[in-house]
């Protein structure tokens, strides 16, 4: 399983980002992709899931109404639109991949290297 985010930057806030997980090595639609993000100082958190072989989709509370997730399954890549960012949107975000649609981090084993989201106030 590899996964490879891209698509981070600099950005200020209130303008949007859009975040990109390819993947490789496994059977995509059999697996959920999760996006997290870790800010300095704090612990790793779920922001929200997709489960591939359905299409269906959980975000949690801190992101609901302001990030997407979508997959397009011929690029085998999946999608966080991040819309409204905020200073405390700040962190490296990652995607990571389980065989069961849940969310948090503990159900998730392969992860990708992270890409660094920077808000300015």
């Known amino acids: 399983v590899q996964l490879v985010e891209s698509g981070g930057g600099l950005v200020q806030a209130g303008e949007s980002l859009t975040l990109s997980c390819a993947t490789s090595?496994?059977?995509?639609?059999?697996?959920?992709i999760g996006w997290f993000r870790q800010a300095p100082g704090k612990e790793r958190e779920g922001l929200s899931y997709i489960g591939l072989s359905d299409g269906d989709t959980y975000y949690e509370d801190s992101v609901k109404g302001r990030f997407t997730i979508t997959g397009d399954y011929a690029k085998r890549t999946v999608y966080l639109q991040m819309n409204n960012l905020k200073p405390e949107d700040t962190a490296v975000y990652y995607c990571?991949?389980?065989?069961?649609?849940?969310?948090?981090?503990?159900?998730?084993?392969?992860w990708g290297q992270g890409t660094q989201v920077t808000v300015s106030s």
């Open positions: 990571a991949a389980s065989s069961v649609f849940i969310p948090g981090v503990d159900a998730y084993d392969d």
């Open positions: 090595g496994f059977n995509f639609d059999d697996y959920t």
